[in-house]
Each structure stands twice: as C-alpha cells, then as structure tokens.
C-alpha cells in the first residue's frame, strides 16, 4: 500500500498563511471571502508538489525563491481585489 498523505502543495500552506496573516487588513472580508482568496490565489500559482517542504527550499536558488515570493504577493494581491469586486457585484444585484 502506497501512503500519499506526505504530499502536497507547497504553496498551499503559503497562501493559507498569507491569507491568515493578511486577514486583519481586510476587516471586512468574511470568513468564507478569505476562504476564496485563498482559491484564487493558489490557482494563479504554479502547484508544486512536495513530501518534504525542505525538499523543495534546498534547491531553489535565491532567484527562484524570490521569484515564488513575487508571484505569491501579486497573485494574493489579485486574489484580494477579485474577491472584493465579485463580493460587491453580487451584492449590488
């Protein structure tokens, strides 16, 4: 039997961390808002699947580190906007 239950994500515990973090600039986004901000976001992200979180940070170059540091803020920063203007489109109908 193959256990899978080590994989996963890497960006996922990111964004959901972002997103937790970020939260308290965005007092007036409900639970299930962030909960969608955190969805866009990781589907504006490439999924990079790892066992081992370490795994990966070993070896990316410093380049590339930043570059997932540059592609996280602007895909939450998307993620935050799209959020909010489909919250007020559907409240607005």
């Known amino acids: ?36 901000v955190a969805c866009v976001a990781l589907n504006r992200v490439p999924a990079r699947y790892v066992r081992h979180d370490v795994d990966l940070m070993f070896y990316l170059t410093e380049k590339e580190r930043v570059a997932i540091e540059e592609s996280l803020r602007e895909a939450l920063s ?16």
């Open 1 to 36: 039997m193959v256990n899978f239950e080590q994989v996963h994500n890497y960006y996922e515990r990111l964004v959901f961390e972002d997103v937790a973090r970020m939260s308290d600039a965005y007092p007036d986004y409900s639970v299930d808002m962030l909960a969608d």
């Open 78 to 93: 998307f993620a935050f906007e799209f959020v909010r203007q489909r919250h007020l489109k559907r409240n607005l109908a």
